[in-house]
């Protein structure tokens, strides 16, 4: 059985930052690409960043330069580094894993941005 357990979201202020995390078992880690993604009130599901098995990384245009993404395949996990947090970060962050031609997803984990 395939889990992905998220942790790390919370509330923080403006400017700050937040590290998630996305831990994986029941898949063979080091061959998947893995991904995050968030949806916010209101909107629908969009990209924040993917990195390959191999380590190629791309981020949605509104992160670029202020989010890092990266994996630990020792692990089984992987990271979303998020900083300069702004109000319109707010969502919630889900993980996504893909593998063999199938995706699976975490929970999510809220990321409140706020004074």
């Known amino acids: 059985q395939v889990s992905l357990v998220e942790s790390g979201g919370g509330l923080v202020q403006p400017g700050g930052s937040l590290r998630l995390s996305c831990t994986v078992s029941g898949i063979r880690f080091s061959v998947a690409a893995t991904g995050w993604y968030r949806q916010a009130p209101g909107k629908e599901r969009e990209l924040v960043a993917l990195?390959?098995?191999?380590?190629?990384?791309t981020y949605g245009d509104s992160v670029k330069g202020r989010f890092t993404i990266s994996r630990d395949n020792a692990k089984n996990s992987h990271y979303l580094q998020m900083n300069s947090l702004k109000f319109e970060d707010t969502a919630v962050y889900y993980c996504?894993?893909?593998?063999?031609?199938?995706?699976?997803w975490g929970e999510g984990t809220l990321v409140t941005v706020f004074p």
């Open positions: 996504k894993v893909a593998v063999s031609g199938k995706e699976f």
């Open positions: 990195i390959s098995n191999l380590g190629f990384t």
